[in-house]
Every structure is written in structure tokens, then in C-alpha cells.
């Protein structure tokens, strides 16, 4: 994987530590996916293939936890979080699009461990150390500026804290992330892959944990 190196600011940003000053961040050099729909395809075939039960098993014990669902989208993982966070755990359910969000807010209503989130494309305002797991779900090739997003959700975590990516194994202008690249430009903020397995039909769960910022972005191509 090529890379090029962009000059970042040097330190240690492990669980809830806030990085140092904020780099440049530089833009991805691989195409990034349009955003066509609030909704990845149908439920009943989302169920059929069994998805969201084999990726919350495999994240292992997530009662009591916190979890941010990224790019929420119409809520299709909401009802399953929050069954698995149980009632002192909490899912925050975030999306950019605000219509998005009303719409989610309006499904997840009933559901009071439930906080649906307007975020932006660099930036999720979520509490500094106040999160286990981000969860982002078939939505990371749309994400038009992952080193900055990346950088910001390091703050985001607890110590311990995890990123669980799901998606699928094809380019990228295709509504997928080739593997090799997603631990490329994780690994460019300073993550470390320490878990994950396929899912089927070449999709995939990668799970990161931060490590030590590094001294330099480097640009994943």
C-alpha cells in the first residue's frame, strides 16, 4: 500500500486522552462513495442473511456498555443495540443527513437507552472518553474525510474502547473497502487491527483499537 506522508503533530492518544493540536488533515486519495439511500437494502434480507446477529456476537459482551453507531441511517442496527446494551447501557445513533435523523429519531422513540445524533463529516460531537464501541456499518467508503473523523473519535473512546467496521471487500467507488486499505488508513491514525472475521458473501468486520499517534499521516492508495 503506498502511502504519503503528511506532517502531524506527535503524542500519545490512548482511551479518552485528547490528541495534541490537530494536523492538516489531507483528503483520502481514493475515491469516496455518493451516498444513494438512508438504508444499506432491504430489512428482510439484511435478517435472512443474519448480519447484525453474527457482528454483535462477535464484539462479545456489550451489556452496560456504550455504543455510537456512525452513519446510522435509518436505525436498522438500533433495535438490536439496544437489546444488547441492555437498560444501563446506551447506543447513540448518528447520521450527517438531518432528514436522516428525524426519520431515525422517530423509529428509535420507544427505545430509551436510544440517542439519535446529528453529526458532520470530520466530526462526531460525542463526549470526550464516553464510548466502548463505534460501530460503522457499510458506510466507511462514503466518509469524505476518514483521517479527520478517525483522529476525532480516538477522543471519543474509553479506555479499552474499540472501532468495529463492517464492510464490504470491493473498491471503494463501489460501496466497499478493501481490507488491506481500511487497516492502511486506520493505521495512518494510529489503530491497530486486533480483531474481526467475515460475515459472508465478502463482507467483513474489522475491529481497531488506538495505539500511539504517529509522528506523520500517511495517505493511503
Keep these: 500500500m503506498r502511502a504519503i506522508v503528511v506532517l502531524a503533530a506527535a503524542g500519545v492518544a490512548l482511551g479518552g486522552a485528547a490528541p495534541p493540536r490537530e494536523p492538516v488533515f489531507p483528503a483520502p486519495a481514493r475515491p469516496v462513495a ?12 439484511r435478517n435472512d442473511a443474519g448480519e447484525a446477529r ?17 452513519g446510522a441511517g435509518e436505525g436498522y442496527y438500533e433495535p438490536p ?3 444488547a446494551v441492555g437498560p444501563r447501557g446506551r447506543v447513540i445513533a448518528e447520521d450527517i443527513d438531518a432528514a436522516t435523523v428525524a426519520k431515525l429519531a422517530r423509529r428509535v422513540r420507544r427505545f430509551r437507552n436510544v440517542t439519535p445524533l446529528l453529526g458532520a463529516a470530520d466530526a ?10 463505534v460501530l460503522m456499518v457499510h458506510m466507511y467508503h462514503e466518509i469524505t474525510q476518514p483521517y479527520a473523523l478517525l483522529w476525532r473519535l480516538r477522543r471519543s473512546l474509553k479506555v479499552g474502547g474499540r472501532i468495529a467496521i463492517v464492510d464490504a ?9 478493501p481490507p488491506a486499505l481500511l487497516a492502511c488508513e486506520l493505521g495512518a491514525i494510529g489503530y491497530a487491527r ?16 488506538p495505539r500511539a499517534l504517529p509522528d506523520a499521516i500517511a495517505v493511503c492508495r
Aim: no cysteine; glycine share 12%; hydrophobic share 45%.
Design 34 to 45: 455518493p451516498i444513494v439511500s438512508d438504508r444499506w437494502s432491504n430489512e428482510a434480507a
Design 54 to 70: 453474527t457482528v454483535l456476537a462477535a464484539l462479545g459482551l456489550l451489556a452496560g456498555r456504550t455504543v455510537a453507531d456512525i
Design 81 to 83: 443495540l439496544s437489546r
Design 124 to 133: 462526531v460531537p460525542l463526549d470526550p472518553g464516553s464510548v466502548d464501541v
Design 169 to 177: 471487500d470491493r473498491p471503494t467507488l463501489n460501496h466497499g473497502t
Design 194 to 209: 486486533t480483531g474481526g472475521r467475515a460475515i459472508g458473501q465478502g463482507v467483513y468486520l474489522a475491529v481497531f483499537e
